[in-house]
């Protein structure tokens, strides 16, 4: 299984390569929280800049069934999850934040256990102003926290 897996990662990253040249979005310090046994959902979370107006629309990785872009806030004391039904608006050259406690990428119904260090790839979809589509693929370290860089509650800028 753990075999498997790697040879499909790598296979992937490979075919990635051709998406880059066009790329208007760039990622940054992206991560994916590790799951413990059993566990059937886990979050996304990265640093998403956008050269021109656009939104972030779907997303999508063979690791889970189900990929959602998700809100997380308090509401009466109560943290509430929901997935953001036009997007995630990703104004000109403004760093979004996909992080614990906020937005993030919702991966449900996961096929296998993601455990530190390995890598999925996940495929963002992008719209621009004009309602054009775009996709970009990254490949996302599995993580049991941040990486360095991204702050977790006060990230300013
Ligand atoms: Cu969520």
Redesign the pocket.
Known sequence: MRRLTHSFVIATSILVTSFAAAQTVTISNPWVRATVQGQKAT?AFMTVTAKDNAKLVAASTPVAGITEI?E?KMDKDVIK?SALPNGLDLPAGKAVDLKPGGF?I?LMDLRMPLTKDIAVPLTLTFQDATGKKTQQVVQIPVSTQAPAGQAMGDHKH
Do not use: L, N, Y
């Open positions: 979050g998700h997380m999850m993030h919702m």
